[in-house]
């Protein structure tokens, strides 16, 4: 088999991939990638190895998750659109169904004593999680003193509540007319004259694909609104949950320190501990991180039902979370895909992400400051044992001694032994 000349598989033997991914598709977006280029390129050789990476730097130009993006990409590119469809939602599905037992699971057994303190040592360890995140994050985004300023000046904006999407679209915005990276090679005007009547043509073709997509997504929204009114819960998480894909640039622990700025921090929908339990919980399934957010539209519609029953409410806002939060990551491979690598090359897309980056960074600080303060200062009280759970679980994390799933389950389990020796 030649590089230049990758098999091309039947559309069934692709579907048995994708849900073999989804099933194992632990390890985050670096590890999923890592599985997809494993299974996809080097095993099977349906794609050669360039394509591949200009798919992953395109993917990563893109709000929302990046590895989910790549296998639509990838599905796309073999089969079409109905392969990028079969990739993306067999990508997904796996976790979603095993999110929703655990928080039907987190619900229904709040009275039981060990189920309790095992989410309890969850806590510890998904603070590690966000603090190793954020050094890493760190380190890509913050590379120069204008991206150092950008980030402490959005630091200060986070604590004075603004909202995430102005200081995101500002900066991007700032980024873009400032920031802006020279091209490393330039396309000729005879070459770009050559290609503007097929440019144009496929433009259309792509605001096509975008308003077909938008028009999907509102469909349900609109059958919401109708039944349950504009202040039900599932509507609330619909419209809220979609602005979020729209403007999760940085990955899942952006969306997430977004989202817990509101759900939890302005709106009550949750607890900080709550939240902190539902990142332990989607850190230890397959797919994309960002189905926490599942986790957060299930407990919130489940602790306001309205007219629903709590399950039915809860099951129903899982469903609307998981269709806002993952359908324009559809919109963006369809529509953007054949443009790939002129969005790739543009100088100013690469300086408005180079300050969304650093906004990023700045997010995320807040999330973790958020997080310690609810886990080691409860009430106002030094708690010892979270912080010596949260000092090994990082150790563990920076030393690579561990994988993220083992962490979380020693750190549950050790709470749990700890806190039961403790008892008299």
Known sequence: MSVADPIKPTFVDALRLWLKIGCIGFGGPSGQIAILQAEVVEKRGWINEAEFLRALQFCMLLPGPEAQQLATYLGWRLH??????????????????????????????RDWPLLHLFFDGLKPAVVAIVASALLRIGRRTVTSWPLALIAMISFALFLA?????????????????????????????????????????????????????????????????????????????????????????????????????????????????????????AETTPGPLLIALQFVAFLGCYKAPGILSPLFSATLGSLVAVWSLFLPSFLWIFSLAPHLEGIARNPRMAGALAAIGAVVTAVITCLALWFSEALFLPAGHFAVLPLVLATIAFLLLQTKKAEVVPIILLCGIANVLIRITALP
Do not use: N, Q
């Not at 109905?82 to 039907?104: E, K, T, Y």
């Not at 894909?245 to 501990?273: E, P, Q, R, T």
């Open 80 to 109: 079409g659109i109905r392969g990028g469809i079969a990739a993306g939602v067999l990508f997904l599905l796996p976790a979603v169904l095993l999110l929703w037992v655990l928080s039907l699971l987190y619900v229904t057994g």
């Open 161 to 281: 509540h603004i909202p995430y999407p102005v200081v995101v679209l500002g900066f991007g915005l700032i980024g873009g007319l400032m920031l802006k990276k020279p091209l490393a090679s330039e396309v000729s005007p005879e070459k770009s004259a050559s290609r503007s009547g097929s440019w144009i043509s496929s433009c259309l073709s792509s605001l096509s694909m975008a308003l077909s997509i938008l028009a999907i997504w509102l469909v349900p929204m609109l059958g919401l609104f109708f039944w349950l009114g504009s202040k039900a819960m599932p509507f609330r998480v619909g419209l809220f949950f979609g602005k979020v894909a729209v403007l999760s640039f940085g990955g899942a622990y952006a969306a997430l320190s977004y989202v817990s700025l509101h759900a939890s921090g302005d709106w009550g929908w949750l607890s900080s501990g709550e939240m902190l339990d539902g990142l332990g919980l």
